[in-house]
């Protein structure tokens, strides 16, 4: 059964799917959460208080996937290029886990603003 997670961030609505992995089902259980939006580039993240070792980790993802930060225990929307970008690429500022997947369009995100509220639940 496919486990999908509604995002509410500032004016944004949308629908991910989680992928069949460790981080993921550590996110999972730990749903809901919430907290303050931080950007840096075309990428949004907030701190959880969920401490996970790197699985898989990447530093460089597609836009729409969501990845938790083991070096800063942070959620993360990746949604375009971050300053870490080289050329057209979307770099994390070190590996994450990629444990889903927005279903929808992520250049949304470009409307999410510093310091707005966050939310991440269960459908």
């Known amino acids: 059964m496919?486990?999908?997670i509604v995002i509410q961030a500032g004016p944004v609505t949308a629908l991910a799917k989680l992928n069949d992995t460790r981080t993921a089902d550590r996110v999972w259980y730990m749903l809901p959460i919430?907290?303050?939006v931080n950007t840096w580039g075309e990428?949004?993240?907030f701190g959880i208080s969920l401490r996970l070792e790197p699985e898989d980790g990447r530093a460089v993802v597609e836009a729409g996937e969501l990845g938790y930060w083991p070096t800063g225990r942070a959620f993360?929307?990746?949604?375009?290029p971050t300053p870490a970008s080289l050329g057209d690429e979307i770099r994390a500022a070190s590996a994450v886990n990629v444990f889903g997947r927005l279903t929808g369009d992520p250049q949304e995100f470009k409307q999410v603003s510093d310091g707005q509220r966050i939310t991440v639940e269960r459908v």
């Open 2 to 4: 496919a486990r999908r």
């Open 76 to 80: 993360c929307i990746f949604f375009g």
């Open 43 to 45: 990428e949004i993240y």
């Open 34 to 36: 919430s907290g303050e």
